[in-house]
């Protein structure tokens, strides 16, 4: 009815009509490309500088941080005292327990979100988030020094975990403490380059059971990784996609194998306005892949020197 009275007004109007009707068409289209053409220019600037923008880690962040890890590392020490359940997934309820342990001799890599309170409640870090992950592995058929001999290899990280570490160096040892060298290359839309230095201690809990604890003391963002102009950036002011990380490991013999399990808390910036649909899959989705990329290379490579 509305169509057929369209067509039946007068021949001036109707002509008058369509052409604003183009008009208004075009406008769209002209608006949709400029949005387009807008958001391009804002990946090839972030493309080339290898990031949004930088950001520097201000004092109270790294205060924040300390403290979250801090009460962190003081549940670890009194569950490590405690010398029982050891493993993230014997907290559960029976039920989901069973569950657990059956998908983990099938293969699967168990992970869970964790949060340190404090007096009940979240520890805020303005300019920063912290992300604070556990996974949990199963390794059939390998012994406990097969997987330490693994994890303390750090000469050949850069075999083991690739593509996610690139270079790696055992810089100094002595005894059950290590000073390494490991390059990052992480990329979720946008890649990142990382120079990072841990300090690691392992400790050897009782028969078939150890723990180690890793702290990167310097993390440095690459610029221009691999050409001649590749320079390190200012820890701390950057692109804020790794500003810290604190690991714990924790490994235990049972069930004909051995039950690798590892958390890690790492600080980075926060989701900055404007660009986050590029920062944000990388700040809160590479943390978790990472982890769980970390132990199934870890099991792989366990398995392989074994055969």
Known sequence: MIEFQNLNEPGDERIARQVKARGNKRSKCLGSVI?????HTMAASTARTGEPGPRRLENVTKLAFD?????TQARNDAELKRGSNLLWVDGLAEGPRGEAYAALKSGEVKMQKLET??????IPCPGGMIHHWTGLVFIPGAKLDEVLSVLEDYDKHSMYFAPDVERSKIESRS???????LRFRRHKVITVVLNTEHAVDYFHDAP??????????RIAEVENAGKSDEREKTPGDDGGYLWRMETWWRMQEGDGGVYVQSEVASLTRDIPTGLGWMIKPFITSIPRETLKFTLEAARKAVGTKTR
């Open 175 to 181: 005894g059950d403490h290590f000073q390494v060298f």
């Open 67 to 71: 403290h979250y890890v801090a009460l």
């Open 117 to 122: 309170l404090d007096n009940r409640k979240s």
């Open 208 to 217: 078939g059971k150890a723990h180690s604890r890793s702290s990167a003391v």
């Open 35 to 39: 949005v387009l053409l807008a958001l």
